[in-house]
Every structure is written in C-alpha cells, then in structure tokens.
C-alpha cells in the first residue's frame, strides 16, 4: 500500500514538472544519455541554448551538472593539414624507400617541402636512427617492417583531440616532440561540463515527451481560447538575466534629498559662481590674509588670470577696515590689508562664499530671510581613500534681527532629524567667520560613536557689518555631506564617489531617505 | 590641526576624571582626538593659543570646572640691572620687532622641558604661521653676558655654530647646507642682511627664526634661568606669545622679569601682564545667546572661563589672542552656561522655501533622460593636463591651477572631456552604455565676468555607446520636444566628429551646441573601443527662456 501511494505521488510529481519542461528543455531531455558535447549535435540546437536547457533541468533536479576542467590536445593549424597529408618526415621517408641513397638536394627536391619542413625531418629521422647523413648524402637504415609501421607522433596525432592526461608516457614523449615543431599541436585548458541524471532524472531521460501545453499568451490563443487547454508552468524560481534602468547618480540623489529639505525649512536657493575672488572666498569672511588656508598648498588659484574687487567700493571700504582696526567695537587683526590679495581669483573652498555674494545684495525689505546652497567645493588635496580635491557642501543661512543661539540650536536639531538623526549633540566649536561657533554630532547606532556631521555658527560682526550695513545675526550651518553620503551608501573609499563606473552605477540601490 | 596629550595622571592632580569630566572636556571646547589609559590627546582649535601646553590647559580647564576661577595674576619683576635687549635699526627690514622676558627660579625636569619644546614648536606653526609672523628662542641665562642686541648683519658676516651642528658656519652657509637651514631659509633668503640675537661679548645667541647657537641655544634640566625672545613682523601678536610662554613657566614654577626694549624711537618693558579692559552689554549677552542672563549669572560665569566680570567691564586675560570684540566674550559665557544646557528654540520665520530655476530645469531635463534609460555620472570639474592636450583645447579653454597636487591641473572647459574618461575607464563593462551629465564648464572670458574674468556655463552631455547619429537625433528630438523648445540644425565641423554626420544646434538663431559621430580616430586615442555619439549642449539660453 505504502509502496503504492508513493509510486502515485511520484508520478503526479513528474507529471507536474512535464508540464514545466520548456521546448528548449523538452529536445534535449531524448538525448541526456548521452554526452554533453553531443547533445548539441543531436538535437541541432547551439551550445549556448543546449547550456541553457541544462541549466534549468538542473534546476528542476532533472539532473546534476559538474564542470570539470580538462587539459585537452588538439591539432594545431599544421597539425589539421599534416594528418590529412601526412607529416614531412613520412614524405621523406617515402623517397627513400624508392631509392636508398640520395643526395641531400635531390631528395629535398622530390620531397616537395619546404626548406624548413625538411630540416626538421632529417632532424626527427636522424635522431630516431631511421636514416645516416654522410657526404652530402641520405641512406635509408631502417627496414621495410619498421617503415611500415605508423610512428608515435602518428599514432598522437590520429587521436586528437585527447585528453592529456590519458595518454601513455610514449605518446606524451610524442607530444613533448611535436610542441617543439610549429602549431602541429595545440594545449588547451577547458572546462568541460559534464551531466549525472537525478533519480527523477533516470526516469525521464530519453524519453521522448509529447507535450501540447500552450507556450506565451498570443493574440490568437485569446481569440481562439477553449477550456481544457493548458499553460506549460514556469520554473519561477528560475533565474532570469539582470535588467538596468536610467537612474540618477547616486551623490546628485543625496544632494537632492539635501535639497528637499531646505525647501521644506522655507530656505531659497542660492546660484552662484564656483570661481570667485579670495575677496569673497576669505576676505568678506574676516580671514586674516596671512591665514594658512590662502596658501597655494591649500586652495586651488588660477594661474594667469586677473581677478577685480566687487564694484561696490562702500563694501571694499567696510571688508578693509573690518580687517585693519575692525568695525563695530572690533578691534580687527591689525595689519595693513592688501587688495592685490583680494583680487586673487581662486576655485571656492566652501559654499560660504556664497552665502557673502548673497548678503551683500540683501535689502532691508528682504528680511527675514533663509537661504541655502549645494554644491561642489575645492581644495588642493592629494586623493586617497579619505580625501578629494572636490566635495560636496551644503550650507543655509537664516538673516534675521531676531535670531539666536537657540534658534541655531533649533535649527540644526531640525536639520538633523530631517536627515534621519534623532539623536544629536551640540558641542563648542571655531571658524574664522563665526562667533559662537558649534558642532553638531550625531550618533552613528552601527559604530556606536558620534560623529562630527553639521558644523555651524553665528556669523561675526566683522563679517555682517561691511556685508549688510548693521551687525544682523546670521545663522549659517551645514552637514558635511560627503561623509553621510559615504556612511550611508556603504562605502569606505571617497574616491569612488567620483569614479562613474558604470557597473557601479547600474547596481547601486537608490539612496532610501 | 594641532593636538595636545596630557597625562592622565597629572591631570589627576588638579581634577576628580571621571566620565562626566571627560565629556566636560569636550563641551570645553577641546574635543578629545584619542583617550587610553595613561592620556588623553585634544584638539586645540586655532583660536585657543594659550592651551597649547598642558599647563596652559590646565590652568583653563580647572576654572571651567570651578576651581580657582577669575583672572589669574602673575607677579611681573622689575628688570634687575643690565635685563635689557638693544634693537638696533637695522632689522627693520628684515625682522623688525622682538618681545622678551627673564623667567628664573625654574626647576625644569625631563617632561617640562618636552612641554616647553613642544608649546614653542606648536606656537611656530600656528599664530607663528610657520615663524614667519613670529619666532620664539629659549635660551639658559647663565651662558649669555646681559644686555644683549638685537641687530642685523650681511650674511657672511655672521659666524656661529647653530644647533646640531659642529663647526662654525656663516648666515649664508646655514641657510644652504643645515637642514633646519635649508626647511626655512625662504624666510630669510630674498634679504641682503639677517637678524641676530648677540650677547655683550659678542656671541651669537641665534640667527631668527632660523636657528639657535649650539653653545647658548639649549635648555637642559639643570637650567635655572632663562631668557626668552619672540621676533616678528607684528609686536601686538609677539607679545601675545611671550605672555603664553611665561605665563606657562611661570605655571611650572618660575619667576618671571621684565626686560626693558631699547627701540631706536622708544622704549617699551615686557612682559606686561596688565589685562586688557573690554565692555560687555548684558543685553547683546542675552540677544545673540537667547537667554536670560542676570549681571549675577555673568559674574559666576565669566571667572569661569578666567576672566574677571565687574558692572559691565571685563578684564581679559593676557594670553588670550582671539578676543577680537565683545561676541567672543559672549560665546565664552556660553562655553560656561554648557552648550549641553541651551535649550533649543524653532523660531516661527515665515519664509517660503523656492528652488533655483536652474535647479529645476536641470532636474527636469535629467528625469526626462532617465526615462530614456541613460545613467546620469558625476565627474570632477578638473581634468588633466594629457586630456587637455589630446582634446587639442582652445588658448581660452585653458585654465590652470597654481600648484596642483594631482594630475588634475585645469578646469574643465567641456563635459566631452569627462564623458570619455567615463568611457575608456569603462571599456569592460557591459554595453550598451548610454550616459548624462550635467555641470559647471569653463571659459576664460575678460567680458562677461569683470570680477575672475572665467565665465561659467552650465552644460548638458549626452553619450551612448555604440550609437549613430540617428540614435543621438531622437534624444534630442524627444528632448526639445518635452520642454517645447523648437531646435534647429546646421551642419558644422568639429574637430573630433565625423565630417558630414556633425551638427551645429542652434535653439532661436543662438547657437547652444554639438551634436554628431565621434571620429574613430579620436576614439582610439582616448582607447575607446566602441562608436560612440553624442550631443554638447550650454543650458544657458534654455535657462533663459523658462520663466522662474
């Protein structure tokens, strides 16, 4: 009985993978007896789609697939030619056998080969003491039964293609001879896939199977549809060829989430020019014109261009004083300001330049007023794993009468929660531009550590007062966006932020905030 | 960046460490870099000097967290007989001012002496921008006859035997064969003659800010008395230093004199350790840091962070160097209120956030590509100077960066530059591939912008691989089409196309780009191994023509 229902269940098991088998696999299952090279052959079907059908029967567990890799001899170019024609020594041996002494040219001459080709055959003659050179003359050694019998490279050279390693030591003696003559034979190392049938296997291997199961869905099998006809049933567990899409860079996907929200804080965006004046880049900003960061090893200048100050002399007026003997009850840094220094035309090292053009064209009406900025920064680095010539910056700004140290503090918590960090640290923190200045670090949950991720500040008077006339506080933060960039993309090396390789960026998932 | 290590250990005797103490060090304004057993290491932020050295931290720290507050005072001796330094005019050219002081009474040991070498080497770099804003020399008082001079000499004249070295050299000989020499002598070289420090007797104390002599030039462990000198180009800031370096002597346990400064003009005494008097108004305090304050709050406040607070005048401390305006006195209040205890506050700011119409055109154009199925890449602005030679650039498609780390040493007057290193980089991937970009190129341009005289233009590229003209003639067709712009086309050369399948674009009679079938020849010398088509074009104009 037992027996009996397993028999039953076996058979509605095959049953259901018949109704499975594609045509592709259904011509090949006749012939899975034999081997697989021949399969091809037998059922006229390409080796790519016979490996294909393969593939799925073994993911049926039809059967069993190994690849093996095999060192194989083949016959070379001169190899294919030499055993339609036979080898050079043959023909010689062949003359000889006409006439048992000949000179060396007459016999070069009958034997119609090459210069060449007759050389190596005296050579493989001599050594195999079948013939003598004396004089300028050949003489046949060998007897009539020793020249009737096919050589050893002959014998190799009737097997090809074989596998090397079944081959005896006389034959591998052979073949250690031919390799030194030109392209007769070939070694190869191929990996050579071999077929086991699975008990199910077994049992459905050669058979041939009748199926009249409906392939795709056509136009015609709607108009003409009938009941009682029946779909073959895919393999969905199958595996299929990978697809790609168009897609965004994966950094410009992350700058535009940036993006969002900013504009979901009610902040404008900012354009502006990536080359500007060190006026703009550091002198607006209160950076001391001996300041380490205006050094050629730091910030990338333009060689051979002319920069100019901004039109507005007032602005001039106010930024040289600010750095002279300050502005508003500063004291500035005392020293005598250069406006050649300001003129110098460099690639900007942050967006805060930015920020300066921007507040240097506000009018009182405009406040209050937020603002934001993304985009490419410079500065003159070596490139590793953890530094670029380029980065990304974000940076806004809040320009309001009102505005506070708590409000920055607001802000930024925002900021941070919008970008996914509940969790988040103020900390004390300096820029030549702000005062107060902070940091804000955000816990890192993976490496259990905070990390350094906003830095912010209130701008200084002495940057306020030339720019906009009065000392408004101005509010300005931003994330260092590289960094999260990398943290949550996953990867350990910057450089290939930058790298566009196209694989990569086919594969890489979508940035998920 | 500049780090300080201090022991664990001697900090253990001023302060209880615990956990909550340790983050009090970062809250300070000092993040800890590295903490082990024995140490911990800090960040001393460039405006911060004065905590350069253990003992300077310390004497900081300690007031943070309560003990010993207010503004420390240090008892400056009147200089004893001969503690004089005679400047002569001579180094104005060169080098024109010196601040210096005696400190005696030292009983240095192996690790203060380390703390003293390092806080002069770390003031070097930092506020000594390198020694060229100021240098700092220690000298043992015992091997130098007072007064000294301080005083300018032609190069060869100068003899003396410098540190590390052991024959005599002359100015000259120093800066082109001792090492030290040899690291700064692009302070010294372009001047006909070189400052020196000599004693009464005529020897050389050292040659500023090179090096110091052999004989006099080092502090040992025995050393009891030493003088010390800042030389520089600006006399406020080196005074500032020499108030750091005695002040931290002086927190090791010595005593400090002054010294009177002969000037050929005047004559001035330092150290001076008179505070300076800066107002503070309770009402800016409390605007800029959204508080409350009370005047009482700001008395126990500010002693914390070693000032001294009375009815609106603050007395700073002398070794601080950042205290520019009354906004770095508040952030110090802060610092002592705990930024861990500002609570914060989203203002209610009505303002309406907007996106830049460039923004919104650009991602515009790259959500109608993506569509198409192409990848958008994002290439670095700079290019090399091989691919610029290649791509045969214009004398105004070359701009060159000064002193460049990289290969990378021009901008990019183009995005063909970038999209073929995209392609030959990518020569094993899987084809086709079809790709975007849009970015920032640039063009030297004396008129349109007066200020770099480099126009900057936003730029738009289209390639795919393998691909005809055809091919590149339906993007744009589809393109134009979806933001309802009418393009036109001429027929054009250009360098790297194939002739008779190049287009010149053009949208209202305005020329914007290139289209067309990149020449095999030009492929192959970028190693590119697949046809390749594509399409240049400025966005500037189409900016234009949206409304924002």
């Known amino acids: 009985m037992k027996q009996d229902k397993q028999k039953s269940e076996n058979k509605i098991e095959i049953n259901e993978l018949i109704e499975k088998l594609s045509p592709l696999e259904i011509k090949i299952i006749p012939y899975l007896k034999e081997p697989v090279e021949k399969i091809a052959k037998k059922t006229g079907l390409d080796s790519v789609s016979v490996l294909r059908a393969l593939r799925f029967l073994e993911n049926k567990n039809i059967i069993k697939l190994k690849t093996i890799s095999k060192t194989i001899v083949e016959l070379g170019v001169n190899g294919v030619y030499y055993k339609k024609n ?198 607006a900003l209160f950076t001391a014109q001996d300041h380490p960061v205006r050094e050629i090893h730091d910030t990338f200048f333009i060689k051979d261009v002319e920069g100019n100050l901004p039109a507005n002399k007032e602005l001039i007026k106010r930024v040289k004083e600010a750095h002279e003997s300050g502005v508003g009850k500063s004291r500035g840094w005392h020293y005598s300001w250069n406006e050649n220094a300001a003129k110098k035309v460099l690639i900007r090292t942050h967006t805060t330049a930015l920020s300066a053009i921007t507040l240097s064209k506000l009018k ?124 949550a993309y996953q990867i350990a090396d910057m450089r290939e932020l930058y790298s566009n390789n196209i694989k990569k960026l086919r594969n890489e998932p979508i940035w998920k905030k | 960046m500049a780090t300080i290590k201090i022991s664990k250990e001697e900090l253990k005797k001023h302060i209880k460490l615990d956990d909550s103490i340790i983050e009090k060090i970062n809250m300070f304004g000092t993040p800890i870099e590295s903490i082990n057993d024995e140490r911990i290491e800090l960040e001393i932020m460039p405006n911060r000097p004065d905590l350069l050295s253990p003992q300077g931290f310390i004497r900081a720290f300690k007031a943070f967290m309560g003990k010993e507050t207010g503004l420390k005072k240090y008892r400056v001796h ?110 010294l070289e372009n001047y006909s003659t070189f400052p020196i420090f000599v004693d009464a007797k005529g020897k050389v104390l050292s040659m500023p800010p090179i090096i110091n002599s052999n004989e006099i030039g080092k502090v040992i462990e025995t050393t009891k008395e030493v003088f010390i000198e800042c030389s520089g180009s600006t006399l406020e800031v080196l005074k500032k230093i020499l108030n750091i370096i005695v002040t931290t002597l002086a927190e090791m346990g010595g005593e400090i004199y002054a010294m009177d400064l002969e000037y050929e003009k005047n004559k001035i005494t330092t150290p001076d350790l008179k505070p300076e008097k800066l107002t503070l108004s309770l009402d800016n305090t409390n605007k800029l840091l959204g508080l409350r304050l009370k005047e009482k709050d700001v008395e126990k406040l500010l002693p914390r962070m070693g000032y001294e607070y009375s009815k609106g005048k603050v007395l700073v401390p002398v070794w601080r160097t950042d205290i520019l305006h009354e906004v770095d006195i508040i952030e110090d209040i802060a610092i002592a209120y705990g930024y861990e205890n500002l609570v914060p506050e989203m203002p209610e700011v009505a303002t309406t956030g907007e996106e830049s119409k ?86 030297k341009n004396k008129m349109n912008s007066a200020e770099t005289g480099i126009k900057e233009s936003e730029h738009l590229i289209i390639a795919t691989s393998p691909s005809n003209f055809t091919d590149m003639k339906q993007i744009l067709d589809y393109l134009t089409r979806m933001i309802d712009i009418k393009y036109e086309l001429k027929e054009a050369k250009h360098e790297h196309l194939i002739e008779g399948r190049t287009g010149t674009i053009l949208i209202y009679n305005k020329p914007i780009g290139y289209i067309g079938e990149v020449h095999p020849e030009f492929l192959r010398e970028w190693n590119i191994k697949m046809p390749l088509s594509i399409i240049e074009i400025s966005l500037d104009e189409i900016f234009n023509k949206f409304k924002a």
């Open chain 1, 86 to 283: 036979s080898l050079p020594e043959r023909k010689v041996l062949a003359i000889l056998e006409q006439n048992n002494h000949l000179p060396l040219e007459e016999a070069k001459k009958l034997s119609k080969l090459s210069e060449n080709e007759f050389k190596v055959s005296l050579g493989v003659l001599k050594n195999k003491a079948l013939i003598t050179l004396f004089g300028g003359k050949i003489s046949l050694n060998a007897t009539r039964e020793e020249l009737s019998k096919k050589s050893l490279e002959e014998q190799l050279l009737d097997l090809l293609p074989i596998e090397k390693n079944k081959l005896s030591p006389e034959l591998n003696y052979a073949l250690d001879n031919l390799r030194k003559r030109k392209n007769i034979v070939e070694i190869k190392d191929k990996s050579i896939i071999e077929l086991e049938l699975t008990p199910t296997g077994r049992e459905i291997a050669g058979k041939e199977i009748k199926s009249d199961f409906l392939e795709e869905v056509t136009p015609e099998i709607i108009r003409d549809w009938t009941r009682g006809k029946k779909f073959r049933r895919y393999d969905i567990l199958a595996p299929v060829p990978q697809i790609n899409g168009g897609k965004k860079h994966f950094v410009n996907q992350a700058i535009n989430y940036g993006k969002k929200i900013w504009l979901e804080l009610g902040f404008k965006e900012m354009t502006g020019p990536k080359i500007v004046s060190s006026f703009w880049n550091f002198d």
């Open chain 1, 364 to 487: 009182k009406e405009d406040l209050p007023a937020k603002y934001f900025a993304i985009g490419k920064c410079f500065r003159n680095e070596t490139v590793d794993w953890k530094h670029g010539f380029e980065f990304n910056q974000t940076e806004g700004i809040v320009i309001d009468p009102n505005a506070n140290l708590m409000h920055l503090i607001g802000y930024l918590k925002e900021f941070a929660r919008k970008m996914g960090f509940d969790k988040i640290k103020i900390q004390p923190s300096y820029f030549p531009y702000t005062e107060p200045s902070l940091e804000g670090l955000v816990w890192n949950e993976e490496r259990k550590e905070w990390v350094e991720v906003l830095a912010a500040g209130i701008f200084r008077p002495e940057v306020t007062i030339p720019l906009l006339g009065t000392a408004i506080p101005v509010l300005a933060w931003g994330p260092g966006f590289d960094r999260l960039m990398m943290a």
């Open chain 2, 78 to 187: 009147s200089p004893e007989k001969d503690f004089k330094v005679k400047i002569s005019d001579s180094v104005s050219e060169v080098r024109p001012y010196t601040a210096c002081a005696i400190v005696k009474k030292l009983k240095l040991d192996d690790e203060k002496i380390r703390n003293l070498i390092e806080l002069q080497e770390k003031l070097h770099t930092t506020v000594g921008r390198n020694r060229k804003k100021a240098a700092i020399g220690i000298y043992p008082l015992e091997k130098i006859t007072l007064p000294i001079s301080y005083e300018a000499r032609k190069p060869g004249e100068i003899r003396f035997i410098p540190l590390e070295a052991e024959k005599e050299m002359t100015g000259s000989q120093i800066l082109q064969q001792h090492p030290t020499g040899k690291e700064f002598a692009k302070l």
């Open chain 2, 358 to 443: 460039e923004s919104k055109i650009s991602s515009k154009l790259s959500e109608l590509l993506v569509g198409l199925g192409l990848i958008e890449t994002s290439s670095y602005h700079l290019i090399k100077a091989d691919e610029a030679e290649r791509a045969k650039l214009e004398e105004n498609e070359k701009i060159e960066l000064e002193n460049s780390k990289t290969e990378y040493k021009m901008l990019r007057p183009n995005l063909l530059i970038p999209a073929l290193r995209t392609f030959a980089e990518n020569k094993d991937n899987e084809y086709p591939q079809r790709i975007f970009e849009i970015g920032t190129t640039f063009r």
